[in-house]
């Protein structure tokens, strides 16, 4: 199979910055997943977990998910980004939840030691019932990656396209490549290809795509977290470094702000750099590397210490935060006004 099935439900891989962190969603998420719809949550930074019996509900920071009224630490996996880590599969179980991930490099940004994970069984559910009449619609399953040759197949085994990535569904030719990219919904499961063709075969655009990590590069294991790409879409990650073997400058990223600063929670929004990093306030965007001549406040915004809104225009803050920031102030401004 050409699919590698990274991990169901656990990680992120292509994000949209209608606020710094907030993130598109490819394709409707689950229906049943609550959401607390606390607008504050779109200036947290990027911490994604997955939530649920099944780890079925992914939320893009720690914010969100526990606005949807979950228990972070009984309910919820943390899911770093696959783009930290590599295409390396020795999957494991971690911790009391017995959190899923595809590595121990994968475990340990999310926090876990190799005393703290085990194998899973190396096993494959089989089917249930009889399936052959059904039409040839391969998938990928689980940690394990158990193959399937129809929806029937997985179905009866136990799973669900949820669970699944879809194989390549054509007779085209790909060029034999190594390429990689990681295909599918922020904060649900990535699917990754040895190449975008590959993706595309197998129903992914570019736009959900991210690109992998070439094998020949060999990054310093420092989780300094960034979001890089053009919005709306965006991809995490685990450092500038990555970012750059995946094709991304400097100047195309946003750095995260440094979790250990000891930041207020005053929300005064400030967008900085040539793309219009977003950060909800100073201290946060000071933190990521940012001085205060690289920021400008978000137009129409209160700041919690003060009674009155910041109205400076629009049109100034472009001027001031460069033209690859304009797309995002003006967002900023509709939001706002």
Known sequence: STTFFLLSTMFLSRS???ALFAFAVF?????????????????????PYSCGADLEC???????AEAAGYNIEADCCQSPQPSACGLIFDPLVCGSKQCPYDNQCIAELAGYTAGQCTSPP?????????CSGEPNNPYTCGSNRCEYRSICDLESAGFTTSDCC????????????????????PGGKQCTYSTQCQADAAGYSSNQCCNGIPATVA????????????????????????????GYSEAECCRQPDQNTPCSGEFAPVYCGQIGCQYSNACLAESAGHDSNSC??????????????????????KAAAGAGAAAALAAAAANFA
């Open 219 to 246: 990054c310093a294991s420092i989780y300094e977290p960034v979001v890089c790409g053009a919005d709306p879409y965006w991809c995490g990650y685990a450092n500038q470094c990555e970012a750059t073997a995946a």
């Open 58 to 64: 992914p939320y893009t920071t720690r914010c969100d």
């Open 166 to 185: 879809q194989d390549t569904r054509t007779t085209s030719a790909c060029a034999s490549i190594e390429d990689p990219v990681s295909c599918g919904r």
């Open 16 to 18: 949209s910055l209608a």
């Open 122 to 130: 190396p096993t494959c559910p089989e089917a249930s019932k009889d």
């Open 27 to 47: 394709g409707s998420a689950n229906a049943s997943c609550p959401s607390g719809n606390d607008p504050n949550c779109a200036w947290e930074p990027f911490n």
């Open 296 to 317: 400008v406040k978000a137009p129409g915004t209160y700041s919690s210490s003060a009674d009155t809104a910041d109205t400076t225009s629009a049109a100034s803050c």
